[in-house]
């Protein structure tokens, strides 16, 4: 079974940094695709940071330049390296990884359960 576990967020004032990690477990193949995305309260969930298999980023513009996403060698931890953080930053962080689970079957999201990123002095 797959499984996404988040570690690293709470409250950092503005300015600081925060790095998060995604631990995934229970599958055979690497992931085709993992990122982070958030979800503000009050507003919809937003991508924040992606990397491909082929370790290919993508960024939304208002994190460029201050966040970086990256895997380990084995590409089943993901992390996004937060700096110059900024009050609108705060919000729930979850990981997502699209991955075929086993030989029977295609490839399908997952995701974690979220960690709170909170910014504020």
């Known amino acids: 079974q797959v499984r996404l576990v988040e570690s690293g967020g709470g409250l950092v004032q503005p300015g600081g940094s925060l790095r998060l990690s995604c631990a995934v477990s229970?599958?055979?193949?690497?992931?085709?695709?993992m990122g982070w995305y958030r979800q503000a309260p009050g507003k919809q969930r937003e991508l924040v940071a992606t990397?491909?298999?082929?370790?290919?980023?993508d960024y939304a513009d208002s994190v460029k330049g201050r966040f970086a996403i990256s895997t380990n060698s084995a590409k089943d931890t993901v992390y996004l390296q937060m700096n110059s953080l900024k009050p609108e930053d705060t919000a729930v962080y979850s990981c997502?990884?699209?991955?075929?689970?086993?030989?029977?079957?295609?490839?399908?999201?997952?995701w974690g359960q979220g960690t709170q990123v909170t910014v504020s002095s």
């Open positions: 997502h990884v699209n991955v075929r689970p086993s030989w029977r079957e295609g490839a399908r999201d997952y």
């Open positions: 229970g599958i055979i193949f690497s992931p085709n695709v």
């Open positions: 990397i491909s298999s082929a370790s290919s980023t």
